[in-house]
């Protein structure tokens, strides 16, 4: 569950966290189209971020429901109301900074795009966008992108990461499966739905057919 959550001043301060899910590029209408393992795992951190590229506010409003959450406008997001251009998140005396990343590459690359976009010290730089992974620490700042959970082009897995903060800050990568076994599943699941449907067996219908 959750753990606590105190606000103060424009940043959040928040206390005693330790485990972060960090999520982008889900390019999804609902939580349902993610796996199960991985809502499963995001049920038992004590907050979500989504960098960004949700795709839809129903998938917004479903990642509220599941866990503490923040999240940030990716650049297919401008129709979701109240999603930040960036954010900050302070855990454990430690400033994470957070964003989708579009338009931060040019002209000197990502290191120089994304750690202009704040104030101050970071020790960490959460960002999508690339759906490409990284994992790596420059001049004292953790840079981690956790790639697509959809795994859309060009990333050749489907992955998310979770955040440790204690004394140190890490993040580690977690790799779903490929995406043609993620495919086959998925067409698998809809054509029983659709089928299932058809043959008058189950009347409710969701977001996919
Ligand atoms: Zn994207
Ligand atoms: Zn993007």
Partial sequence: ?????????????????MKIGVIADTHVHRISEL??????????MDMVVHLGDFHSEDLVNDLKEIADFRGVAGNHDGHIPGLPEKDLIEVNNKRIGIIHGH???FPFGFKWGLTTQFEGKLDAILYGHTH???NTVEDGILFFNPGSVIGRFPAMHR????????DEISCELITLET???????RYIGLASKAVSYCCGLNKSTDSYI
Wanted: glycine share 4%.
């Fill in 103 to 105: 338009g931060c590459a």
């Fill in 179 to 185: 995406k043609r076994y993620y495919y086959l599943n």
């Fill in 132 to 134: 490409s992974c990284r």
């Fill in 159 to 166: 992955s998310y990461g979770i955040m440790t903060v204690e």
């Fill in 35 to 44: 796996p199960t393992s991985l809502i499963n795992a995001l049920t038992r």
């Fill in 1 to 17: 569950m959750p753990r606590s959550l105190i606000q103060e001043n424009s940043s959040d301060l928040i206390e005693n966290i």
